[in-house]
């Protein structure tokens, strides 16, 4: 590890790591519920150290963390694969289409990387209950990392919250709470609770580290893209804090003197859960006022890390973009049958992005562009199966099988 200060996004004060837990004491004087965070904190390193020690040929990845490595959970995280794809490439009109598939993390989310820090940082500050309200996927991921951990999960997420998600984080062992209302709702709840009783709370981007965790898959993809930074990653949207840690990865690199240029950040939002990319757009701050989608992930009425990510879409020279729930259904069976990567439909937005992306001047077709899969397409079974139909079976005999493959030929169905 090496040395940091946390600095408020807001304001810009500096605060030492012990001095603060969430949010900057100055700024969130300011914060009811209701509105996006106001004062998230981002860890700010010793980036001359870094540039002295960090090597290409030996990678010290402790470097860039902000929590020691003796505090880190038994279950490891990440090092998830990065490949291209020439073949959904071709179907969407790009030369130069790459997967960084974060699925494939523990509990099948990105979240395991936020989830993994926060729990280390419990290790290191003897917090043995930690709290988050989640949509899901948060939920699932702080469970997993804490029953590798020895920890108590404490979760408030909303009742509608997919079925596989509640059934991980209950056989994970963590202390379910459903609640009736949103996931606005469960935000709310959950800072209400630790204020009374205590405990570590990993609530996104109210929790700094949360940022900091998902910066390691940016840091990942420049190791795995052979120390090259892409032109473009599409990142799917909700709260605001996956975007904003992938541009901190690139931001530490380039503070470090490691690369000279940040790639563009192009976030992905469902059109009704779209406050963050009308906040790019116009400049204006809304909620969204009934953030209702088929992608739960990204469903989000106030997101909450909404000015960092803003920040950090517009400082990467990226944009936005918003895709429908039919785009998305679209967009998850096209990337399923085209690569054999199974999404939920949160991260199938990028698919649909990129597909409605084609022509535009926005992104070159032969610039290196970047999906960010964040989620496994397993979580959420229903939401599939609203863009499937399920063949009927047939009698067991071949005659029956040629007749049923002829009728769905004709329908042009496999
Ligand atoms: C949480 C999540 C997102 C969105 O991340 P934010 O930090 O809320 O913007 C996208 N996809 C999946 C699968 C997620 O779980
Ligand atoms: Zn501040």
Same mark, same amino acid.
């Given at each position: %590890?090496?040395?940091?200060?946390?600095?408020?996004?807001?304001?810009?004060?500096?605060?030492?790591? +012990?001095?603060?837990?969430?949010?900057?004491?100055?700024?969130?004087?300011?914060?009811?519920? /209701?509105?996006? !965070?106001?004062?998230?904190?981002?860890?700010?390193?010793?980036?001359?150290?870094?540039?002295?020690?960090?090597?290409?040929?030996? &990678?010290?990845? #402790?470097?860039?963390?902000?929590?020691?490595?003796?505090?880190?959970?038994?279950?490891?995280?990440? #090092?998830?694969?990065?490949?291209?794809?020439?073949?959904?490439?071709?179907? !969407?009109?790009?030369?130069?289409?790459?997967?960084?598939?974060?699925? !494939?993390?523990?509990?099948?989310?990105?979240? +395991?990387?936020?989830?993994?820090?926060?729990?280390?940082?419990?290790?290191?500050?003897?917090?043995?209950?930690? *709290?988050?309200?989640?949509?899901?996927?948060?939920?699932?991921?702080?469970?997993?990392?804490?029953? @590798?951990?020895?920890?108590?999960?404490?979760?408030?997420?909303?009742?509608?919250? &997919?079925?596989?998600?509640?059934?991980? %984080?209950?056989?994970?062992?963590?202390?379910?709470?459903?609640?009736?209302?949103?996931?606005? +709702?469960?935000?709310?709840?959950?800072?209400?609770?630790?204020?009374?009783?205590?405990?570590?709370?990993?609530?996104?981007?109210?929790?700094?580290?949360?940022?900091?965790?998902?910066?390691?898959?940016?840091?990942?993809?420049?190791?795995?893209?052979?120390?090259?930074?892409?032109?473009?990653?599409?990142? &799917?949207?909700?709260?605001?804090?996956?975007?904003?840690?992938?541009?901190?990865?690139?931001?530490?690199?380039?503070?470090?003197? !490691?690369?000279?240029?940040?790639p563009r950040l192009v976030c992905a939002q469902a059109e009704k859960s779209n406050a963050i990319h009308h906040y790019v757009e116009s400049g204006i701050y809304e909620n969204a006022a009934h953030p209702d989608t088929i992608a739960d992930s990204i469903s989000v009425s106030i997101p909450?890390?909404?000015? %960092?990510?803003?920040?950090?879409?517009?400082?990467?020279?990226?944009?936005?973009?918003?895709?429908? +729930?039919?785009?998305?259904?679209? /967009?998850?069976?096209?990337?399923?049958?085209?690569?054999?990567?199974?999404?939920?439909?949160?991260?199938?937005? *990028?698919? @649909?992005?990129?597909?409605?992306?084609?022509?535009?001047?926005?992104? /070159?077709?032969?610039?290196?562009?970047?999906?960010?899969?964040?989620?496994?397409?397993?979580?959420?079974?229903?939401?599939? %199966?609203?863009?499937?139909?399920?063949?009927?079976?047939?009698? &067991?005999?071949?005659?029956?099988?040629?007749?049923?493959?002829? @009728?769905?030929?004709?329908?042009?169905?496999?």
């Amino acid at each position: %590890m090496t040395k940091f200060v946390y600095q408020c996004s807001n304001c810009g004060k500096r605060y030492q790591r +012990d001095e603060v837990r969430y949010l900057c004491p100055l700024c969130s004087r300011d914060y009811r519920s /209701g509105i996006p !965070l106001i004062g998230v904190l981002s860890a700010q390193f010793d980036y001359g150290a870094i540039r002295r020690k960090f090597s290409k040929v030996k &990678p010290d990845w #402790n470097q860039f963390s902000a929590v020691e490595e003796k505090f880190y959970p038994p279950l490891p995280v990440g #090092n998830t694969p990065f490949f291209k794809t020439a073949a959904l490439g071709n179907e !969407l009109g790009f030369d130069n289409v790459w997967i960084k598939n974060d699925g !494939l993390n523990p509990s099948a989310s990105l979240k +395991d990387r936020a989830s993994f820090l926060v729990v280390a940082e419990a290790n290191r500050l003897k917090e043995q209950t930690i *709290v988050a309200a989640s949509t899901g996927n948060a939920a699932s991921a702080l469970a997993a990392v804490c029953a @590798a951990a020895g920890k108590r999960a404490l979760i408030f997420v909303p009742e509608n919250a &997919p079925k596989a998600k509640l059934v991980q %984080m209950i056989l994970y062992g963590a202390t379910v709470v459903p609640v009736r209302g949103t996931y606005d +709702d469960a935000f709310r709840l959950s800072l209400e609770y630790n204020a009374k009783r205590g405990g570590l709370n990993r609530n996104t981007a109210y929790h700094p580290l949360t940022i900091e965790g998902k910066k390691t898959v940016g840091l990942e993809i420049w190791q795995q893209n052979h120390w090259r930074v892409p032109d473009a990653i599409l990142v &799917p949207t909700g709260d605001g804090v996956i975007i904003s840690g992938v541009h901190k990865a690139f931001c530490d690199l380039k503070a470090a003197g !490691l690369i000279s240029r940040l790639p563009r950040l192009v976030c992905a939002q469902a059109e009704k859960s779209n406050a963050i990319h009308h906040y790019v757009e116009s400049g204006i701050y809304e909620n969204a006022a009934h953030p209702d989608t088929i992608a739960d992930s990204i469903s989000v009425s106030i997101p909450s890390n909404a000015h %960092m990510a803003r920040q950090a879409i517009l400082e990467s020279g990226g944009f936005s973009i918003t895709v429908s +729930d039919a785009e998305i259904l679209e /967009g998850q069976s096209t990337l399923a049958a085209k690569t054999g990567v199974f999404a939920e439909p949160a991260c199938s937005a *990028v698919v @649909a992005a990129l597909k409605k992306l084609r022509g535009s001047k926005r992104l /070159g077709h032969s610039e290196q562009i970047v999906l960010l899969i964040t989620g496994h397409g397993l979580k959420d079974v229903d939401a599939a %199966m609203r863009g499937i139909h399920l063949p009927k079976a047939v009698e &067991p005999t071949l005659a029956a099988v040629e007749v049923a493959l002829k @009728a769905r030929a004709k329908k042009g169905a496999r």
